[in-house]
């Protein structure tokens, strides 16, 4: 008698079980293919580059936050400017520090935003200048694509300084805009404010 019932259990067991395993093995063979075509479109979509602005110990301790900050949103607003892709830090909204930030956190936050590259931009204030801007291009294999570098002594003020450098940096910049490393919008993924 438990042998008849254990079959049967058996028997209601594979009843249930088999109808159900075409649907799982249907669900995990879409799923691949569903993915596969999403992760290769993305892939091959919008190129974006990842921004982060790095204040200097330097720059900390002989300069003021409000210049770092100013630094900061020109050069956002530049690249915007320019239609340059950029990558966000959807998590939390990390794109600059005032303290020295590893390089290995900065890729870490650029793979997290799906960037295809780097833009590494260091403001420093050497002893001799008002301010100086780095900026490095890197991809997402930390090889160096391309580097300028500007900086301005002159002036009675660190706001002429300020100008200077930002006006010397758009110059800059401006060669490399659609190149290796700063890609530009496409007309698909233009950002919500300029469609409407």
């Known amino acids: ?15 249930v079980a088999f109808p159900a395993m075409p649907s ?39 300069s003021s936050p409000e210049v770092f900050h100013n630094v900061l949103q020109d050069i956002f607003a530049y690249l915007k400017s320019k239609n340059v892709a950029i990558a966000v830090d959807e998590f939390g909204g990390r794109d600059h520090a005032e303290s020295a930030t590893p390089l290995d956190t900065v890729f870490s936050i650029a793979a ?9 931009v260091l403001v420093d204030r050497p002893l001799t200048k008002w301010l100086k801007i780095s900026v ?12 300028e570098e500007v900086s301005s002594g002159g002036g009675l003020s660190g706001s002429h300084g300020f100008e200077v450098c930002t006006k010397k940096i758009h110059a800059q910049i401006d060669k490399h805009v659609g190149q290796d490393g700063m890609p ?13």
Request: proline share 3%.
């Open 24 to 62: 799982i093995a249907q669900e995990q063979s879409m799923s691949p293919q569903s993915a596969g075509p999403a992760s290769a479109a993305a892939t091959a979509g919008q190129q974006k580059v990842f921004v982060f602005v790095q204040r200097t110990d330097r720059h900390g301790k002989y």
């Open 1 to 15: 008698m438990r042998t008849v019932c254990s079959l049967i259990k058996t028997a209601v067991l594979l009843l």
């Open 112 to 120: 997290d935003a799906n960037a295809n590259s780097v833009m590494y």
């Open 136 to 147: 490095q291009s890197f991809d997402m294999n930390r090889k160096q694509l391309w580097m």
């Open 184 to 196: 530009i919008l496409t007309a698909e993924t233009e950002p919500v404010e300029k469609k409407q």
